[in-house]
């Protein structure tokens, strides 16, 4: 599995397990709701590191957490 994979997937999870929509998810990471899409369904290729870090901080968990398989 690769990186981008583990973290489309932890995304969904937690994201969910919080009961958050992903409006809701986007709002909290201070992104774009359609940009949150691309990358939650893995049609956005590349990720920058700030953006991954904001993800982590709107779950309230760290970065290493989005890309355990």
């Known amino acids: 599995?690769?990186?981008?994979k583990c973290l489309q997937?932890?995304?969904?999870?937690?994201?969910t397990e919080r009961g958050?929509?992903?409006?809701?998810m986007a709002e909290r990471a201070a992104l774009d709701y359609k940009y949150y899409q691309r990358i939650e369904t893995g049609a956005w290729p590349g990720l920058?590191?700030?953006?991954?870090?904001?993800?982590a901080k709107a779950?309230?968990?760290e970065v290493a957490d989005l890309f355990v398989r």
Do not use: F, G, S
């Open 1 to 4: 599995m690769t990186a981008l």
């Open 9 to 15: 997937l932890n995304l969904r999870r937690l994201r």
């Open 48 to 55: 920058q590191l700030r953006t991954v870090d904001k993800l």
């Open 59 to 61: 779950l309230h968990v």
């Open 20 to 24: 958050l929509t992903q409006q809701e």
